[in-house]
């Protein structure tokens, strides 16, 4: 794998949701990182959001990586037209590969486990295990009601505001593409980065 590649790792949803709009913003995610000449990294599916964002990078010529334990094979789908697609035996093994392999960190509509791996990485950031930019594509609102949460905690006094401006939210896929990369620190690799 190339160390001069930006990856970008995107984290959504094994199912498409209930407006089309989200399958659309994940092609849109999807086409811009290859527009771009980027790689994406993901969880390994072909359902749902998950295999929308790969194919249309696939398809604008990115590289793409999945990973998936095998206890998921079967559930979602591990698509098998992807550049490089890792089984692994459990969740920590894909969500650490995903990220060693990791310019930057996006978030896109999704479930439970969407929501888990975007706030890990988030506590990994503000802990100062990775200087990777983070970003949350907010389609039609899907996470404004988790936005005003966060600002809660920022009130509360849980959560500090630079904490909190370490998510870059959007709801315009190419804007949050343009953001992210800006951010993305020049010096340090996706080979470099040291998970917990």
Known sequence: MSQTTISICVYCGSRTGGSPAFAEAAHAIGA???????????????AGLMGVVADAALAAGAEVVGVIPQSLMARELGHRGLTELHVVTTMHERKQMMAER???????????????????????RQLG?????????????????LLAFMQQTVSRGFVTAEQQALLQ????????????????????????????
Do not use: C, K, M
């Open 129 to 145: 295990y990775h200087d990777q930019p983070l970003g949350l594509l907010n389609v039609e609102g899907y996470y404004d009601a």
């Open 32 to 46: 811009e990182i290859g527009r771009r000449g980027w790689r994406l990294v993901y969880g390994g599916g072909r």
């Open 169 to 196: 939210v959007s709801n315009d896929p190419a804007a949050l593409i343009e953001r992210i990369g800006a951010l993305i620190p020049r010096s340090t690799q996706p080979d470099d980065y040291r998970a917990i």
């Open 102 to 124: 990791s310019s930057a960190f996006i978030a896109l509509p999704g479930g439970i486990g969407t929501f888990e791996e975007l706030f890990e990485v988030w506590t990994w």
